[in-house]
């Protein structure tokens, strides 16, 4: 095939095959968005496999999976249709964590007879699936394609392998990014609480002549009595609020 000459000549590789890794683990940009990484990848698995189709799902919290990308139509509804049947080699593909491919025609048959039966109504004749998979950490499965009874080579099932592992890198980051700007944000949130809480125990403290400690515990007894957020109360107190309530 001509992808597959194209891949035995180094300068391509070094080129388009850096372009495409950066762009599935560049999640930084504002606009990132994970659904269009995942269709990317179907379409680069397509340009740089001997491959006619590709298709994606991830799993949920609860580890069920969604189809979420696909290169092509006839794909997407293969991949639905596994879903649908509960048969296929990307289930089982996500189930063991490993990958399942080259995958004898007979085998595929007796492993999976319903979905053999439709890819090949949908004119594919031989499929494969690889794990979206970093370390031990697998959050989904692709599934490829092929028009012809064929096997990918090690070097092939390396290389399917880094650019699905190359999108679950760019996913978890994004992942890990959102949750860490929560945390921030959270942590932020506690910061500027404690000042306002600091702000208003030593209004507290003077106006009623009592250590620290104690006008802390009368601030807390007002919230909790009042089933107010602490922070809020403190922040009426420091705006001037203040009517004589609190008795430390």
């Given amino acids: 095939m001509v992808v597959t000459a ?3 000549d180094d300068g391509f590789i070094t080129g388009r095959l850096g372009e ?6 560049d999640t930084l940009v504002s606009e990132f968005e994970s659904v269009d990484l995942l269709q990317n990848l179907t379409e680069f698995t ?5 491959i006619a189709a590709s298709g994606v799902m ?3 919290p609860h580890g069920s999976l969604t189809v979420v990308a696909s290169s092509h139509e006839s794909a997407r509804l293969l991949e639905l249709y596994e879903l649908q049947t509960q048969e296929g080699p990307c289930l089982d ?3 063991l964590a490993q990958p399942v491919v080259n995958t004898s025609p007979s085998e595929a048959v007796e492993r999976w007879p319903v979905f053999t039966a439709a890819a090949r109504g949908a004119g594919y004749a031989s499929f494969h699936s690889l794990p979206m998979q970093l370390r031990d950490k697998t959050i989904g499965a692709m599934t490829l394609f092929c028009q012809s009874s064929s096997t990918l080579s090690t070097r092939d099932v390396k290389l399917g392998r880094a650019l699905a592992a190359a999108a679950t890198i760019g996913l978890l980051q994004e992942r890990a990014g959102r ?3 929560l945390l921030s944000g959270q942590l932020q949130e506690a910061l500027n609480s404690r000042i306002v809480i600091e702000q208003a125990k030593g209004v507290l403290a003077e106006r009623n002549g009592v250590t620290v400690e104690a006008a802390f515990h009368a601030l807390r007894r007002h919230a909790r009595g009042r089933g107010q957020s602490l922070r809020g109360v403190a922040g009426e107190v420091i705006a001037g609020k203040w009517n004589g309530i609190f008795t430390p």
């Fill in 20 to 25: 495409v890794f950066v762009d599935l683990v």
């Fill in 46 to 50: 397509v340009e740089l496999l001997p």
């Fill in 6 to 8: 194209r891949l035995e």
């Fill in 58 to 60: 991830l799993a949920d």
């Fill in 93 to 95: 593909c996500f189930r």
């Fill in 179 to 181: 949750e860490k700007d």
